[in-house]
């Protein structure tokens, strides 16, 4: 593993780097959050942008499916503590439990931690699991210690947040129309004023995809103007105090887009305390728990792109199975979020995104 820590200092040094940019910016940081996960669905036409090419298949699960043994499979989370990835884990866990694969979880407590998940790809690799599935902490300094584990013949699957690597699988979200929809939402209910931007932590493809996906909604309504975009690290408190950065530079600005449904809580709590009332400032935002729910349901929060982070778990670990007793797995593919808004709350299907009660 000497040979892995010589190749990724350079690229940690950069991502470390652009983490202090968005803490300069942001505030004291302590944990990230998740990312987004994606409904099933056809792929989005022409007219939208996309971050998922048209001709790339809609990830799905594989009914019956049964592992030829027990595979060792070391699922990495940035930040176990969101509720994105709690959700995902029932998913996981659930899903090898049916086809007979052994899970085992590891935290890297915030995407600041850069460091720390590479030396959980280095000891996941020394163990020898049969796969890792990963949401990374950086796109680009992971890849070298998973691009060893793969030499040394470990399956290597991307969970939603992804390595910068063609030699690894992927499965995940369209992030593009994610963030596609949510400018798409802010443009029609805003029409005239500006808006807030907490677009996420910096150097990771997914939150780039969803920045563009917002930009070029946004970009087709010229009477809404941009009043600041943040890259804010995604706990509470960072987000708390970028919302309200935004609200210095203008105090009347019309809307927000959050990144995630934990940054759009603390949209929220900074609206509540400059005396906002519910609806007085439009909230659009990706994925979806509990506690967003009920700020939805208040008026709070008027849209959100809904994927599916029990679904997504449910995937990769199908896709794991399939790899490794010998079947033929496409490179790529993705869930396709759905738009849910007050009125969609009841009617979309929730077990893609919620465990059972008491699960």
Request: charged share 20%; net charge neutral; with cysteine.
């Amino acid at each position: 593993m000497a040979v892995t820590r010589h190749l990724r200092r350079s690229a940690l040094l950069l991502s470390l780097a652009a983490l202090g940019v968005a803490t300069a910016a942001c505030g004291t940081s302590s944990t990230g959050s998740g990312a987004g996960a994606g409904a099933s669905g056809t792929a989005p036409g022409a007219s939208q942008p996309s971050g998922t090419p048209t001709a790339l298949p809609t990830a799905t699960t594989a009914e019956g499916l049964k592992a030829k043994r027990e595979y060792r499979l070391a699922v990495l989370f940035p930040n176990a503590g969101d509720p994105y990835f709690q959700q995902k884990a029932y998913g996981y866990r659930d899903e090898a439990a049916k086809t007979g694969v052994k899970v085992e979880f590891f935290d890297a407590g915030g995407y600041a931690n850069i460091e720390k998940q590479i030396s959980q790809i280095e000891n996941a690799t020394q163990q020898k699991f049969d796969a890792i599935a990963i949401a990374v902490t950086s796109s680009t300094a992971t890849v070298p210690a998973l691009e060893a584990a793969q030499q040394a013949g470990v399956l290597v699957v991307g969970d939603g947040v992804f390595p910068e690597s063609k030699k690894v699988l992927k499965r995940g979200e369209d992030s593009e129309l994610a963030g596609y929809q949510a400018g798409t939402y802010l443009c029609s209910s805003v029409k005239e004023g500006s808006v807030g931007l907490l677009l996420g932590p910096p150097g990771i493809d997914l939150i780039r995809l969803r920045e563009e996906g917002v930009r070029k909604a946004l970009a087709s309504c010229p009477t809404v103007t941009v009043a600041k975009a943040l890259h804010n690290l995604s706990d509470l408190p960072a987000s708390l105090q970028a919302a309200e950065n935004v609200l210095q530079a203008d105090p009347n600005v019309k809307g927000f887009y959050a990144f995630n449904s934990v940054v759009g809580q603390a949209v929220v709590q900074s609206l509540k305390s400059a005396g906002k009332s519910p609806g007085e400032v439009q909230v659009a935002t990706v994925d979806l728990d509990p506690d967003l729910e009920a700020m939805m349901k208040q008026g709070w929060v008027q849209e959100t792109s809904v994927a599916g982070s029990v679904l997504l778990g449910r995937v990769v670990v199908d896709t794991v199975v399939e790899k490794l007793n010998g079947q033929d797995v496409a490179q790529e593919a993705y869930l396709v979020p759905k738009v849910v808004t007050k009125d969609t709350l009841g009617s979309f299907d929730r077990s893609i995104l919620y465990p059972p009660a008491g699960q």
